[in-house]
């Protein structure tokens, strides 16, 4: 994979990381369930103790219950226990680079600001940022007022 353009992680991964990140996305996509997009999505979460879980689209006919693949391996990581998000790589197979949409970029600023979002295409090329770049000024548990009436 290339790194074409983007911002530097502030929790460094390494080009190896990266790769296999980006790898266990690609092959999830592969399982992605998109009878009417056609679109194909896979995603992967490296949490801090270095394990991947993969997810990909799960499309519903009625869209709004349609799952995108980033809620998907999210999902999975928090209910096996996992909830210290490192990255999240996101791929599809097209020229453009996959980016997360709203409802995802809100879900993952969930487990921190600093998590390194990997968006790839299908050329081997990939950009990188952090959620709090493409979530600017997010909503956040800090804004909850707690015990007051």
């Not at 990381?17 to 266990?24: F, H």
């Not at 009417?36 to 270095?50: E, H, I, M, Q, W």
């Not at 996992?82 to 600023?109: F, K, L």
């Amino acid at each position: 994979m290339e790194l074409l353009d983007g911002d530097l992680m502030r929790d460094e991964l390494t080009a190896e990381e990266i790769d296999k990140l980006v790898e266990a996305a690609r092959q999830a996509g592969k399982h992605a369930y998109a009878p009417y997009s056609d679109f194909f999505v896979g995603a992967a979460v490296l949490t801090g103790n270095d394990r991947i879980y993969s997810g990909c689209n799960v499309e519903n006919v009625s869209y709004g219950l349609t799952v995108c693949a980033e809620r998907t391996a999210l999902v999975k990581a928090v209910s096996e226990g996992d909830r210290d998000i490192r990255a999240i790589a996101i791929y599809a197979d097209m020229e453009q680079y996959c980016s997360p949409c709203g409802a995802c970029r809100q879900v993952i600023s969930e487990f921190g600001s600093h998590i390194t979002v990997i968006q790839a295409n299908g050329h081997g090329k990939y950009i990188i940022n952090t959620i709090e770049k493409l979530l600017p000024g997010g909503f956040n548990a800090g804004m909850l007022r707690k015990g007051t009436s």
